[in-house]
């Protein structure tokens, strides 16, 4: 398991029985460590300062009291916002219907880098529709994706719908 695994098996139970869900976690530097957690409300409202806040005091104290990181580091909670990084498979289907930007570790079907609608989940594939034609890609082979900002996601955000 490596560090960011330990660290979310650490905080996961705790953010998510204040009503949270984890999206991601990264920890980046080499002087000096950053850890970044996002985080949004469970509920599927707005996340504000004030939620972040607490978030970031229930993460701290864990940290404190394991120490899975050597040295010192800055840790940094944030909500995913409109624009947001699809990271589980879960995500893909949520979203779907939104324009999204999807990097491959490998090629598929010669390309690594994909923008289009998204077009749901199927056998953990992730169907995309661009501009060259509908594609599916295995999800295990996904190393980065996000919404695109649109008019449909700023509409959807609006309505409370994303």
Do not use: W
């Amino acid at each position: 398991m490596d560090l960011v695994q330990r660290i979310n098996a650490l905080i996961e139970p705790t953010i998510i029985d204040m009503g949270y869900d984890l999206v991601r976690t990264q920890l980046s530097g080499e002087t000096r460590m950053q850890l970044q957690i996002m985080a949004e409300r469970s509920d599927g409202t707005g996340m504000g300062i004030d939620d972040c806040t607490a978030v970031s005091r229930a993460v701290s104290a864990l940290l404190d009291v394991e120490d899975p990181i050597r040295g010192a580091f800055t840790l940094e909670v944030s909500s995913p916002g409109i624009d947001r990084p699809l990271v589980k498979l879960a995500d893909f289907e949520r979203f779907n219907g939104f324009e999204a930007r999807v990097e491959t570790a490998r090629p598929i079907e010669g390309r690594k880098r994909f923008k289009g609608l998204l077009k749901g989940v199927a056998d953990e594939t992730v169907s995309i529709s661009t501009e060259t034609g509908d594609i599916t890609i295995p999800f295990g082979d996904i190393s980065r994706a996000k919404l695109l900002l649109s008019d449909a996601l700023l509409a959807a955000a609006d309505k409370g719908l994303s």
